[in-house]
């Protein structure tokens, strides 16, 4: 540079292309650990990488993240390239990551956790999800590679144990870029056929990239949305993959997941022997009690002469029905006698009971009742009443007889009533 003045966008400018015209720094590999990271809602990453004598800034646009296996976070080790640059605006020198990698765990394994952990606390994994296998499926979808050793075992192992079971292969690329797309539209595909039973998606073993696509997010969430159960049956027995996490069922290889799909035949076949063989036996011996039972019953004096019994039912039905005619009877004199003494009790309280003994009844031309002599007077009309008809009379004279008077005049009038009676 001359010795003239510049300004600082000069300067700045100048330091710029001088870090671009560096080699050394176009595509450098840096390692550290991150610090102060920050996802942006730009989907851009920012952070500082620092290790104990430096730090240096670092960004990360989205079209270099997108496709990251794992989530960066702060304290991670991590090994990152890219380009070193002049953030002009700041004056800051920075660092323009292209990748990253993880350094402490492998970046799939550190991927797998981090996902394993996403989704369970998601609850995605919980037992409550988990959907119950058909004990005899009609048709099973087998989402796997048409070509590898593990869709023959499949077929075969199904074939043999239960041959009624009709199976749908749905070809599919289990490793690579796009195997968790293509499994991913295997599985809808399989629900979208409606008398598809139980879905196997799985493959043989292979290294952690080889059965990579099993551990994907987009994979782990179709066999969540299934609408059919899932068994998932990926590598080894020692293979352990987000699919079975996520699945309905785990089985350990492939072969294992038909076993456990379908009956096997041999054992239906032995089953059935055996329930036939004690239904045999249990109806045999219920026949063998009937019989015993019935033999029993006709050795009773009842079932040897049942007209016995009858002629003995009869007679006490009889015995009955004369106890029971006499009982009515007996009970019908006692209220008819009960009846009588009351029908007499009331005939001698009758008015005309008491005319009939010589008494009359008397009353004033208004229909009044005269109960005392106090009550009529000189020249009244009165209607008497007698226990065969009635006659009007004429009051010429009335006496008065008072309570205190000695009972001389009662006794004659209780004698007159008495002779009255006799006569």
């Known amino acids: 540079m001359s010795e003239r003045t510049v300004t600082v966008s000069q300067l700045t400018n100048y330091l710029k292309n001088l870090l671009l015209q560096d080699h050394n720094l176009k595509n450098v590999l840096v390692r550290g650990e991150i610090s102060n990271f920050k996802h942006h809602s730009s989907g851009h990453m920012y952070f500082t990488l620092k290790d104990e004598g430096a730090s240096l800034r670092c960004v990360m646009f989205r079209n270099r993240n997108w496709n990251l296996d794992f989530s960066p976070q702060d304290g991670m080790d ?43 606390e998601e609850g995605i994994f919980n037992e409550e999800y988990k959907k119950t296998l058909p004990p005899f499926p009609k048709k ?5 590679s048409p070509t590898g050793a593990a869709v023959r075992d499949m077929i075969v192992t199904i074939s043999r144990r239960f041959p009624l079971t009709s199976i749908l292969l749905i070809p599919v690329r289990v490793q690579g870029e796009y195997a968790a797309s293509e499994i991913r539209a295997g599985i809808d595909y399989a629900n979208s056929i409606d008398d598809i039973d139980v879905i196997l998606v799985g493959r043989g073993g292979g290294s952690l990239e080889e059965i990579w696509p099993f551990n994907t997010e987009e994979v782990a969430r179709a066999i969540f949305s299934s609408k059919a159960p899932v068994i998932s049956c990926v590598g080894h027995e020692t293979d352990f993959t987000i699919s079975d996490f996520v699945s309905d069922l785990r089985a350990p290889t492939p072969t294992a997941a038909a076993e456990l799909v379908v009956p096997d035949q041999v054992e239906l076949k032995r089953q059935v022997s055996d329930y ?148």
């Open 78 to 120: 991590v090994i990152v390239q890219g380009v070193v640059g002049i953030f002009e605006r700041a004056g800051l020198y920075q660092l323009y990551v292209e990748k990253m990698y993880s350094h402490g765990l492998g970046s799939l394994h550190l991927a797998f956790e981090q996902l394993k952990e996403k989704l369970a």
């Open 140 to 144: 099973i979808a087998v989402v796997t």
């Open 276 to 423: 036939k063989h004690r239904l045999t036996k249990a109806l045999y011996h219920k026949y063998r009690n009937l019989d015993q039972r019935v033999v029993e019953l006709l050795d009773r004096p009842v079932m040897k002469n049942p007209y016995t019994l009858i002629s003995e039912r009869k007679k006490e039905l009889e015995y009955l029905d004369q106890r029971l005619l006499r009982e009515v009877y007996h009970l019908f004199k006692l209220k008819r006698n009960k009846y009588s003494s009351l029908v007499e009790q009331l005939d001698s309280l009758s008015p005309l009971k008491t005319l009939g003994r010589g008494y009359t009844f008397c009353q004033t031309h208004d229909g009044d009742i005269v109960r005392s002599v106090t009550d009529i007077e000189q020249e009244d009309i009165l209607k008497l009443t007698f226990f065969d008809g009635s006659a009007k009379c004429l009051v010429k004279e009335k006496q008065e007889h008072h309570i205190s008077e000695d009972h001389s005049n009662l006794n004659s009038l209780c004698n007159e009533e008495e002779d009255y009676d006799r006569q």
